[in-house]
């Protein structure tokens, strides 16, 4: 309930008096406080209650999608949950294609050995319906339901499918890997691929997924402000 409170309360800032939201958070040089799109969405976000996502990987998403608007190329998420960060993503993508994927019924099996607190089935509040409902406003968007990889064997025919774009928020180790495992031959040169949770030390598996996985390949894991990272595919 405070939570809620509090973040309607934001949202009536932004809308109403930004410029006392900028001197609260302390940011009133950054660009995005003339980014009236972003701003717009956010404080939308905020009364929806549907994200995640603090104010710095909103921004984060709003600003990579838009970052590779010039590259060929699909986008895509990995853990979708009820639709909160793809808006973001949906909203800066202009026409492209956005894939989503998502069990829409929880996690899969967790291994508490790699994977911190979760547990099997959680985050299962959701469904395809209401992610498709959610974001209905925004053209060229597909849900692909079920375990990924298995839920990409669709999109394996289109062998010259690439994407420029990839949002990954599966939490768990195995998870994560196999989501780098099949998306980063894909990727188109420049492309990106981000992550949420690598800084997050009660989610111990995706940094460690991100840092075997490009242990022998020549990209860089750059992490990000709040608990994100990114990777450019060369």
């Given at each position: 309930m405070f939570n809620r409170a509090?973040?309607?309360?934001?949202?009536?800032?932004?809308?109403?008096?930004?410029?006392?939201?900028?001197?609260?958070?302390?940011?009133?040089?950054?660009?995005?406080?003339?980014?009236?799109?972003?701003?717009?969405?956010?404080?939308?976000?905020?009364?929806?209650g549907e994200g995640l996502q603090v104010l710095e990987?909103?921004?984060?998403?709003?600003?990579?999608?838009?970052s590779v608007a010039r590259l060929p190329g699909a986008l895509a998420e990995v853990g979708v949950y009820r639709g909160g960060s793809a808006k973001f993503i949906a909203a800066a993508k202009g026409s492209a294609d956005l894939h989503l994927f998502d069990t829409f019924t929880g996690m899969p099996a967790v291994n508490p050995a790699t994977d911190g607190a979760f547990r099997e089935g959680e985050s299962g509040d959701t469904s395809v319906e209401h992610v498709r409902a959610y974001l209905a406003a925004y053209p060229a968007v597909y849900l692909h339901p079920g375990f990924?990889?298995?839920?990409?064997?669709?999109?394996?025919?289109?062998?010259?499918?690439r994407f420029k774009f990839v949002h990954l928020d599966v939490d768990l180790l195995a998870s994560t890997h196999d989501a780098l495992a099949w998306f980063y031959p894909r990727m188109v040169r420049g492309g990106l691929i981000v992550t949420h949770?690598?800084?997050?030390?009660?989610?111990?598996?995706?940094?460690?997924?991100?840092?075997?996985?490009?242990?022998?390949?020549?990209?860089?894991?750059?992490?990000?402000?709040?608990?994100?990272?990114?990777?450019?595919?060369?």
């Open positions: 509090r973040h309607h309360f934001i949202a009536w800032l932004l809308e109403r008096h930004p410029q006392v939201w900028f001197r609260w958070k302390k940011i009133g040089k950054h660009r995005l406080c003339s980014d009236r799109d972003f701003l717009a969405l956010h404080a939308q976000s905020l009364r929806e990987e909103r921004y984060n998403l709003w600003i990579l999608t838009q990924f990889p298995a839920s990409g064997a669709i999109l394996e025919r289109e062998a010259s499918l949770d690598y800084g997050d030390t009660t989610v111990p598996g995706v940094k460690r997924a991100f840092d075997e996985f490009f242990l022998d390949k020549p990209e860089t894991v750059v992490p990000l402000w709040f608990t994100q990272a990114v990777v450019t595919k060369l």
